[in-house]
């Protein structure tokens, strides 16, 4: 998934990193988890993982990818649909997802407040989805939770199909990069058919555990060996670059406001958009929290002075620093043209002092 400091192509490097310096152990804190691919990659190396975010949609996420440990069987779902021959030798998630495919569509919050059709009568309609990928949203997320209320579902089968809407739709939003805005013409993958898609099960065995909420709040409740922080490194909050990802998760129909149609977020604002709340964060979590190694990715240019930085983990115990180029993709504010750039992206890696 497109998100904003999203590590998929970087944990391995890190992984690496830490390897080389015997960072290792038994347990992984993934405390802003996103789109939870740091905390699948530490899954899949056998770590039990733990992982939080103050986003709805990444805990569907993380529900899905982390916490499940079980291929979904559906037997109580699919004793009661009607499945088409042809699927019949799928996997059970494929057969599902086939039957969301092919259902009799429905118009819903989606359609309604993020389509053209449904917003005709705003001064700007919005284009966020073509009209018939707001109904497909609508009907795939209707029938998830109508399935939920009948009882056909088991939780772990609920999040899945849930986070295969949530990984599927953003290959059709008209876009360019966030939604904060929606692109003023057609972006070609937006108006092509949204076909939901399966997503992968990991299985590694271990108690791993997602939360919803401030991760700061859990510092004493989880123990864990690595305690991995990536937190947002600059001022923009997360919550309105990826609103309507939130209300699809949510499903709740917001009140809504603006251009774009953005819910209130007043809930989910990070302390880690701010230089000075970041730092006292920081230090809280590190001072406060119950682990062995805590491992901040940071890049040099995030708000939080390298300096200050140092200064407050170095309190509590040894401190290292590694840095490597991380080429960053930029794209203009119509997602037209795209600029090549090099960062220093940044690990700082505490070994925490006995007490
Ligand atoms: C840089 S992104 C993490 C990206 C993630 N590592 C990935 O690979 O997708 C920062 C994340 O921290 C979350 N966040 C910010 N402050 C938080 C807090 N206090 N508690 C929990 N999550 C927080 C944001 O919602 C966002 O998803």
Same mark, same amino acid.
């Given at each position: 998934m497109r998100f904003i400091g999203n590590k998929e192509n970087l944990v391995e490097k890190i992984y690496q990193i830490l390897q080389s310096k015997? =960072? /290792?152990?038994?347990?992984?804190?993934?405390?802003?988890?996103?789109?939870?691919?740091?905390?699948?990659?530490?899954k899949k190396k056998g770590y039990q993982v733990f992982s939080s975010d103050l986003l709805y949609f990444s805990f569907i996420l993380q529900k899905?990818?982390?916490? &499940? #440990?079980?291929?979904?069987?559906?037997?109580?779902?699919?004793s009661k649909i009607e499945?088409?021959?042809?699927?019949?030798?799928?996997?059970?998630?494929?057969?599902?997802?086939d039957y969301?495919?092919? =259902?009799?569509?429905?118009?819903?919050?989606?359609?309604?407040?993020?389509?053209?059709?449904? $917003?005709?009568?705003?001064? =700007?309609?919005?284009?966020?989805?073509? &009209?018939?990928?707001?109904?497909?949203?609508?009907?795939?997320?209707?029938q998830i939770e109508e399935w939920k209320t009948e009882n056909l579902l088991t939780e772990n089968e609920y999040y899945i199909l849930l986070a295969c809407l949530i990984e599927t739709a953003p290959f059709y939003a008209n876009i360019s990069g966030v939604y904060a805005?929606?692109?003023?013409?057609?972006?070609? +993958?937006?108006?092509?058919?949204?076909?939901? +898609?399966?997503?992968? $099960?990991?299985?590694? #065995?271990?108690?791993?555990?997602?939360?919803?909420q401030n991760s700061v709040n859990l510092i004493s409740e989880i123990q864990t060996d690595i305690l991995? /922080?990536?937190?947002?490194?600059?001022? +923009?909050?997360?919550?309105?670059?990826?609103?309507? /990802?939130? $209300?699809?998760?949510?499903?709740?129909?917001? =009140?809504?406001?603006g251009v774009?149609?953005? +819910?209130?977020?007043?809930?989910?604002?990070s302390q880690f958009c701010n230089a000075e709340t970041g730092l006292k964060e920081l230090w809280n979590i590190a001072k406060n929290a119950d682990y062995k190694y805590l491992v901040l990715s940071y890049n040099s240019e995030g708000i939080m002075p390298q300096m200050k930085i140092?200064?407050? /983990?170095?309190?509590?115990?040894?401190?290292?620093?590694?840095?490597?180029?991380?080429?960053?993709f930029k794209s203009n504010s119509n997602g037209e043209s795209k600029t090549k750039k090099f960062i220093k992206e940044q690990l700082y890696i505490l070994k925490k002092n006995e007490k």
């Open positions: 015997g =960072i /290792l152990g038994n347990s992984f804190f993934d405390f802003f988890a996103g789109t939870s691919n740091v905390g699948q990659f530490f899905s990818y982390i916490e &499940n #440990n079980e291929v979904p069987n559906f037997e109580k779902l699919l499945i088409k021959t042809h699927s019949l030798f799928a996997s059970s998630l494929m057969q599902v997802i969301l495919n092919t =259902i009799p569509l429905k118009e819903g919050f989606i359609f309604q407040n993020y389509t053209p059709e449904g $917003t005709k009568n705003l001064d =700007i309609p919005r284009m966020y989805f073509s &009209n018939e990928n707001g109904r497909i949203i609508d009907t795939i997320r209707q805005a929606f692109q003023k013409i057609w972006d070609a +993958r937006a108006v092509k058919k949204l076909t939901l +898609r399966p997503i992968e $099960t990991i299985i590694n #065995n271990k108690e791993n555990k997602a939360f919803n991995y /922080l990536d937190p947002p490194y600059n001022q +923009r909050q997360y919550a309105p670059n990826y609103h309507l /990802l939130e $209300t699809i998760a949510k499903h709740d129909n917001p =009140i809504i406001k774009s149609g953005m +819910r209130n977020y007043e809930n989910q604002k140092e200064e407050t /983990l170095s309190l509590f115990g040894d401190l290292d620093l590694v840095e490597f180029d991380y080429l960053d």
